[in-house]
């Protein structure tokens, strides 16, 4: 449940390509310690919401606070200073560089500290597999390992909101689950997730709260238990799930 004041609260947004709107009036919050989830078919604008909030995207009307500072307008580096943190649709990782010096470019905002070296470990913890592979080229990697890396680098800037943009995309059941499993323990870790994943019956299980997109829109909003019995999205995005 959102308290009075949310940690990130998007207000009425819309985005523009030229004449075309990704979304239009859009608003939607996030509590701390929260997992919300956005659903929605291709194109719906799941992706165009999350890189206005990281400051990617420019706004053309709206507000977006984040810890009740306006944030719309900042650069995405000053965002991510602020605590914000985002983990692309398709990974991006720097296939030349290193496992460990893709984790280093994700703190780049951070002055360098034992509390670096500590949140390191701790990351490291949490992906084993990284561990194993710090000075392999990151191109390398099989698919959900470059995820985990994905993820790795944007926990590096010690984020209070993490952003994660279709994570289990491509990626085997068996990885995909190892996936969720991570991003719960993220965000019993003290992070908020703001989820958007094709996979909705996945990302309704472990959300609080969700959003449902269409045509750059929300059109249904409620806990994740209710909407996932909502007759349209069992129709639309859940099928026999």
Known sequence: MIGRSPMLDVQRVSVSYGNLFGVRDLSLAVGQGEIVTLIGANGAGKSTILNAISGVFPLSTGTIHFGGRNIGGLAAYDI???????????????????????????AITRPRSKSLRDD?????????????RLRQ???????????????ARALMSRPDLLLLDEPSMGLAPMLVDVI????????????????????????????????????????????????????QVVSAYLGDA
């Open 80 to 106: 991510v200073r602020l605590g914000i943190s985002q983990v692309p649709e398709g990974r991006r990782i720097f296939g030349r560089l290193s496992v460990a010096e893709n984790m280093s470019l994700g």
């Open 120 to 132: 390191s470990e701790r990351i490291l913890d949490l992906f084993p597999r990284l561990r194993e």
């Open 137 to 151: 080229t990151a191109g390398t990697l099989s698919g959900g390992e470059q995820q985990m890396l994905a993820m």
């Open 180 to 231: 969720f499993e991570t991003i719960v323990t993220i965000n019993r870790q003290g992070v908020a997730v703001l989820l958007v994943e094709q996979n909705a019956y996945a990302a309704l299980e472990i959300s609080a709260r969700a959003y449902v997109l269409a045509g750059g829109s929300i059109v249904l909003s409620g806990s994740s238990r209710d909407v996932m019995n909502h007759e």
